[in-house]
């Protein structure tokens, strides 16, 4: 079991930045999901256990950035750009997994979940 604990969530302007932290999760491979009221839970970015592969939803690319830091057992999304249509829960979720390189991105394949962060963009 690995516990998750997301911080950096909160309320800015559309066309800022937030940068959302998942610490413990080392040793994963890990996404960063969101859901918004009446829609449905989504990958937004995913990263592999080593760092060298990273997944991104079509509509982040560009202003999504994923990244780790395995030596503080941190997971990173910085988000720039941010628009209204980002406003969500963020999750983060972890999977151990031997796989060195192997990223996940439907949440049927998380057994590790945080208890989300709220971003809120205003426009």
């Known amino acids: 079991q690995v516990q998750l604990v997301e911080s950096g969530g909160g309320l800015v302007q559309a066309g800022g930045s937030l940068r959302l932290s998942c610490a413990a999760a080392g040793g994963c491979a890990v996404g960063w999901f969101r859901q918004a009221p009446g829609k449905e839970r989504e990958c937004v970015a995913a990263i592999s256990w080593s760092g060298s592969i990273t997944y991104y939803t079509d509509s982040v690319k560009g202003r999504f950035t994923i990244s780790r830091d395995n030596a503080k057992n941190t997971v990173y999304l910085q988000m720039n750009s941010l628009k209204p249509e980002d406003t969500a829960v963020y999750y983060c979720?972890?999977?151990?997994?031997?796989?060195?390189?192997?990223?996940?991105?439907?949440?049927?394949?998380?057994?590790?979940w945080g208890p989300g962060t709220q971003v809120t963009v205003s426009s």
């Open positions: 979720a972890a999977r151990v997994t031997s796989r060195w390189s192997t990223v996940y991105t439907e949440s049927r394949e998380y057994a590790n």
